[in-house]
């Protein structure tokens, strides 16, 4: 039994961590320790002393001047007791005042998971993965009770948490703000890390040491947001990817949160996350309940990868829909950066085909395909199938696809409406505006209100039908605009809007794929723009970025690795130079990026030559023979030896191989020795590491080529150019053999190109250049 209560002692233990607390002299929660596993033993020694009385404080009560709850770790707390750090909760209370003070009256502990009441997505656990604390606590001035969650998962060493507010007094409550949950940590001389950015640049690492007062991450976008994930880390001084106390926070949840961490007075770092207080509002009737979202916290002593193992099982075992939990993703070809609005079911058809041949199992046909949608100004809301586009309809269409061999997916845009829309003319109150307000567009479209129950009606039969009348096995849900101007006319309370709009989606999310549970959910949002754990909850992928540069996808991809495993990244192949950046890169190295996580391309084939095509085909093969270990493998990042070098590793779940990447975005110039250091082997067993053949072009050389050919010929000229599409180089092939132990301490590989001569024991990196490095158990008895 993870969860043991003793008296007014919890202690809540999986494999690796524990998390003690207990009920203080005067009801409050205290927190005691929060680390790696310990085997038992008394709280008091970990308990933090308050033996002296301390001065510019208020004293909770007369008969102990010690107690003072500003400088006391613990579980939760309310305002204007004398606790001046951040507070979970802001309310105005039943009696008018915005003090409220929560005292321990009870508790239960339940096997499995217990989730939400009100539609909120949770984690999910049997009884033999997770039990459940609820800790009962009442505001004794008012009645007002609060409900307190921690579910502890033992394998997968991660604790959710969440809290209920029940109004157990005779007139209403206005809650301001109400978190999740809160812990106090003592302070081991903390880095914030954080996943930032914005449109194509989304969860670049942003590090920062804690100073003392309040650093904020938090979305205020109307969902989880490209600017801010909900997710982040406190690392101590020190600590590295493989070493050091680091802990984790996540939400569940894609709308507004609001991640709060105070450095306080006396050393105490108080973590708090939940649904974000701006503009929320919520008043509860008497004997009304709200239901904050659920949180997830882990720690590991084993750095920044020991933590993401944690969430990277967790989300795997735990988060995603049942159906798809270690289920494999299936290669696909998505049409949009191919032909953008401007196709005919014939030129569909044709690189559908052309992607079949090359292995591909998946077609995805993207925005365009519905009412006179063939520029982003107009049709959005319109789900009937343009005919001329596609004259066999949808299910004509899907039917050629899946006749191809291959699987069928469609893009959709529920939540959205144009104004050049038969819906928008149909029903121009279901957008969100406000009578006397200037409309404010992004991407020429209105945000459709999901907080109107006939609004979510609507969507949840038309998206069925569409889904019900062609074979479709895979849906992209896209979301491109930020929401603006919160208001609904059936909301009677504005303050309620962000989170009614959240409910509102999850519900026709569950209704939509609930009863569809084998259609592969990608979700997708301007690219990572809602890349969270409750979208997560609906759909096991999320399409990372718009940004498919493999340089840009490193610290996309790397970011993300931090908080979610590969299987929920979409990562693509896709043209260069680069649609975004304009940066030219080696199909190779595409294609080492997008191989850590689920595989796809986003090209026009058409425009590939033979070698190109090969490779492709070789790529898929590869990926398709080791996709156990790139989906579901244990994922690590390894410290670079040098700058502008970045290592990632992947070793499958049952250990027997590995595949590690080495990435280099800028070379230098004659460059000392690179390692290949590759961890989570068995110290004990043999592997042999080889790296995977990969294409080098002759247009790769420029001038030197005159140095690896027997004639003279102009780099530039159409022999060259020709002959560059015709034949090719394989690239530095190494092959080693040593222990689990040998490959951790780093392979030291051939040399880079060093300015002058050539062989093929040299690695031609350069700029933007990559190898994958294959490493399997050598089987002693063959
Ligand atoms: C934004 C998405 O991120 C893209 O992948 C694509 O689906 C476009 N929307 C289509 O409008």
Redesign the pocket.
């Known amino acids: 039994m993870p969860i043991n209560a003793d008296g007014p002692q919890f202690r809540l233990d999986t494999d690796a961590t524990s998390y003690w607390f207990r009920v203080s002299a005067f009801g409050h929660l205290e927190h005691v320790y929060y680390g790696p596993r310990l085997p038992g033993g008394p709280m008091e020694a970990l308990a933090l002393k308050h033996t002296a009385t301390i001065g510019s404080t208020i004293a909770y009560d007369q008969s102990d001047l010690t107690y003072s709850l500003d400088v006391l770790p613990l579980e939760w707390s309310g305002s204007g007791y004398g606790d001046y750090r951040f507070a979970p909760i802001e309310a105005r209370m039943p009696d008018g005042i915005f003090a409220s003070d929560f005292a321990y009256v009870g508790h239960e502990i339940m096997p499995g998971s217990v989730g939400p009441q009100d539609g909120l997505p949770s984690a999910q656990g049997d009884p033999d993965a997770c039990s459940t604390l609820r800790v009962d606590l009442v505001d004794e001035a008012t009645g007002v009770r609060l409900e307190l969650f921690w579910t502890v998962y033992d394998r997968a060493d991660v604790i959710t948490r969440r809290a209920v507010l029940i109004n157990g007094a005779t007139s209403s409550l206005t809650i301001r703000r109400l978190l999740s949950g809160m812990v106090d940590l003592p302070d081991r001389g903390f880095t914030m890390i954080t996943f930032d950015g914005g449109w194509i640049k989304e969860a670049h690492r942003h590090d920062r040491v804690l100073a003392p007062g309040l650093s904020v991450n938090a979305s205020t976008t109307g969902s989880s947001s490209n600017r801010h994930n909900p997710g982040f880390l406190l690392a101590e001084r020190g600590a590295t990817e493989d070493a050091g106390w680091v802990y984790g926070f996540n939400l569940i949840y894609s709308g507004n949160h609001l991640g709060a961490v105070e450095l306080a007075n006396h050393d105490l770092v108080r973590v708090g996350l939940g649904i974000n207080d701006h503009c929320f509002e919520q008043t509860l009737a008497p004997g009304e309940r709200f239901e904050a979202p659920e949180m997830i916290m882990t720690v590991s002593d084993a750095g920044l990868n020991g933590a993401s193992h944690h969430f990277h099982d967790f989300i795997n075992d735990h988060v995603v829909p049942r159906a798809w939990r270690h289920r494999p993703r299936p290669v696909l070809i998505?049409s949009?950066e191919a032909t953008f609005f401007d196709f005919t079911q014939k030129k569909l058809l044709a690189l559908a085909r052309q992607a079949r041949d090359l292995g591909v199992e998946l077609f995805v046909l993207?925005?365009g395909w519905f009412g006179k949608r063939d520029d982003?100004t107009a049709g959005l809301g319109d789900y009937d199938v343009n005919r001329k586009k596609l004259p066999n309809g949808l299910d004509g269409f899907g039917k050629q696809i899946t006749d191809l061999g291959m699987g069928f997916g469609l893009?959709f845009?529920p939540e959205m409406v144009n104004e050049d829309s038969a819906l928008f003319r149909a029903h121009p109150e279901w957008a969100v505006r406000a009578p006397g307000r200037r409309d404010t567009l992004g991407r020429n479209q209105l945000v459709l209100d999901l907080t109107n129950p006939d609004v979510q009606d609507y969507l949840i039969a038309s998206v069925s039908r569409v889904l019900d009348e062609a074979p479709i096995s895979y849906v992209?849900w896209?979301m491109?605009r930020h929401i603006s101007v919160a208001y609904s006319p059936t909301l009677t309370e504005q303050g309620r809007f962000y989170h009614a709009y959240m409910l509102g989606l999850y519900r026709v999310l569950g209704a939509i794929f609930g009863p569809r549970p084998d259609i592969l959910l990608e979700t997708?949002?301007?690219?990572g723009n809602r890349f969270d754990l409750g979208m997560l909850c609906y759909g096991p992928q999320v399409?990372s970025s718009?940004d498919t540069d493999p340089v840009e996808r490193l610290a996309i991809q790397g970011g993300l690795s931090y908080l979610y495993p590969p299987s929920c990244m979409g990562a693509h192949v896709s043209a260069a130079p680069h649609q975004q950046t304009l940066r030219p890169t080696p199909l190779s190295t595409r294609f080492n990026v997008a191989a850590f996580g689920v595989l796809g391309y986003e090209l026009d084939l058409k425009n590939l030559g033979r070698l190109q095509l090969q490779e492709i085909r070789e790529q898929i093969a590869f990926y398709k023979e080791h996709r156990d270990t790139l989906q579901f493998g244990r994922f690590s990042r390894l410290d670079a030896r040098r700058p502008h070098q970045v290592g990632w590793q992947v070793v499958a779940p049952d250990g027997r191989e590995a595949i590690a990447g080495f990435f280099q975005t800028l070379a230098t110039a004659s460059p000392g020795y690179d390692a290949l250091r590759v961890v989570g082997l068995d110290p004990q067993r043999r592997y042999r590491v080889a790296t995977r053949p990969q294409y080098l072009y002759l247009d790769r050389f420029g001038e030197l080529i005159k140095h690896v050919l027997p004639v003279d010929l102009d780099p530039d000229g159409v022999v060259l150019r020709t002959a560059g599409k015709v034949y090719k180089l394989t690239d530095c092939v190494e092959c080693y053999e040593g222990s689990g132990a040998l490959l951790g301490a780093g392979v030291l590989l051939d040399n880079q190109f060093m300015g002058s001569n050539y062989n093929d024991q040299t690695r031609l990196l350069g700029d933007f250049g990559s190898s994958l490095y294959v490493i399997q158990e050598i089987d002693d008895e063959h």
């Open positions: 998505n949009w993207d925005d982003d893009w845009e992209k896209d491109n997708c949002s301007s690219g399409w718009d």
